[in-house]
């Protein structure tokens, strides 16, 4: 039987078996399946690459049953930072400054600090370290020493006892050298001094009311004056300031600081202090009686005796004018109190030592006599800012030397002289309390000052070298602009 021919099939292809077969009967099947094939190789990959990083945790279904867990990392903690051991105050800007008068060609060799009282700041600083001379600012250091020493209650003596020989008496210097000569009544330049007639008239009572002197009349003076050893001037002091006035022999015994005129703070001092002052009590027994020199008999029965001021009044009669009798008196008995000698040469130990207990820091301080008139003193600025602190304070009996302190424009004193602190300078009168010093070689200025803001302030300003009278005005100057300043003084 024949086949009939179908349409179209004179161009049919050849029968297809296997997956090409299937694809062909189902594409669309085919398809759908592929992709899912795709997505999880594609995901199947992915998380095999997640574990290989670690950028994907793994599913659990993915993990092996014998995995080992992960260990929990050591947290690492960072050394702790270093600190300071005290933490470092901060100081405020200050913006005063004097640094311009500080130049001042007229201070020569300038050095100086300032320190805020009341904080301890040092607020200014020009070689404040460095000890050097003091003039009569050196005073208040010997103030300090005596007030520590003595005790501002102390007096000196002069006494009179009964000689070794009949009809003899011994006058013996304690070291008072403002004893008078003036008759009792009549006020010397040392206010409250004693009087040698008083001692005359004690004496004469009590030797006539000794029956061992019944019939034996008063005829022999001997003058004892070993309390001090000599020398009695030191060889940095011009020797012409013992006929201008300012300066005696230091002797145990003399009367009115060896004066020619007792009334007078400046006035020519005599070769023989010890001498004048046995005339004078010669006089003053009657007269008729010789004078030598010698020692008193150890023990001898005591006929009179007077006693100087006490230290405190002392100190302020030295600084109010700067007296240099009564400062070396103080310094000689100083060393001797302490057991240091009574000798020029003691009063380094004894006033450096009788320092001490202030607690401030005594190096670099040389002490040739007690006045500040030799040049070879030296102090630095920084002793005296620190000492003033406590002066300021009143601390012990220090309070002794912030009264006796000359003031600017005060009605006493060497601050109340025409020339210091004058025209726009007097803007600082009544506000600064020092101890002004002078010797040829330099001027100084040392104390305290309340500033215009209200901030005590110490300070200490020397101006040393090649120095004329108008040195005095510089350092004026200055101490006024530091009032100015006051706690916003710059040391810039």
Not at 378 to 383: C, L, N, T
Request: charged share 15%; with cysteine; aromatic share 6%.
């Amino acid at each position: 039987m024949a086949t009939a021919d179908l349409p179209g099939t004179g161009d049919q292809r050849p029968t297809r078996r296997g997956l090409g077969a299937v694809f062909a009967a189902h594409p669309r099947a085919w398809l759908a399946g592929a992709g899912a094939l795709v997505f999880v190789l594609l995901g199947t990959g992915a998380v095999m690459a997640g574990a290989a990083t670690g950028g994907v945790e793994p599913s659990a279904a993915s993990v092996s049953a014998t995995a080992s867990p992960t260990p929990t990392p050591t947290a690492t903690v960072p050394p702790a930072r270093p600190s300071p051991a005290a933490v470092t105050a901060a100081s405020r800007l200050r913006t005063c400054s004097v640094a311009g008068l500080a130049t001042d060609p007229r201070l020569a060799n300038f050095q100086g600090q300032v320190v805020n009282a009341t904080t301890g700041e040092v607020l200014f600083d020009r070689g404040g370290t460095t000890a050097s001379a003091t003039a009569s600012a050196l005073k208040v250091i010997t103030s300090a020493a005596a007030l520590n020493v003595l005790g501002p209650d102390y007096r000196a003596s002069t006494t009179v006892v009964k000689g070794a020989e009949p009809g003899q008496v011994v006058l013996v210097g304690g070291g008072d050298l403002t004893l008078s000569r003036l008759p009792t009544g009549s006020e010397p330049f040392y206010t409250g001094a004693a009087h040698l007639d008083n001692l005359a008239a004690q004496v004469r009572t009590a030797w006539d009311a000794d029956p061992a002197n019944a019939g034996i009349p008063l005829t022999s003076l001997v003058l004892d004056s070993s309390y001090f050893s000599g020398p009695g001037w030191d060889d940095g002091w011009a020797r012409s300031e013992l006929g201008l006035g300012f300066m005696p022999e230091i002797t145990a015994l003399q009367v009115d600081g060896d004066r020619d005129n007792p009334a007078r703070s400046t006035s020519p001092r005599s070769e023989d202090p010890i001498g004048r002052a046995g005339s004078a009590f010669a006089e003053a027994l009657g007269g008729g009686v010789s004078v030598s020199a010698g020692t008193a008999p150890a023990g001898a029965t005591q006929l009179g005796a007077v006693q100087s001021q006490p230290v405190s009044t002392l100190i302020q009669q030295s600084l109010i004018v700067s007296d240099n009798t009564i400062a070396e008196m103080l310094a000689r008995l100083v060393a001797i109190q302490s057991g240091a000698g009574n000798s020029f040469s003691a009063l380094q130990q004894g006033i450096v030592g009788g320092l001490a207990s202030y607690g401030v820091d005594t190096t670099g301080i040389v002490i040739k006599d007690g006045s500040g008139l030799s040049p070879a003193n030296a102090v630095p600025p920084r002793y005296f800012t620190e000492l003033f602190v406590k002066i300021n304070a009143r601390e012990g009996h220090l309070g002794v030397i912030f009264d006796g302190l000359p003031v600017a424009g005060g009605p006493s004193g060497s601050l109340s002289y025409s020339d210091r602190f004058s025209g726009a300078n007097a803007a600082a009168d009544g506000a600064v309390f020092a101890k002004t010093g002078w010797i040829t070689t330099g001027y100084t200025l040392a104390g305290v000052i309340r500033s215009a803001d209200g901030t005590p302030l110490t300070f200490a300003v020397y101006a040393l070298g090649n120095v004329r009278d108008n040195a005095k005005q510089a350092i004026d100057t200055i101490t006024t602009g530091f009032f100015r300043c006051g706690d916003n003084l710059s040391n810039n």
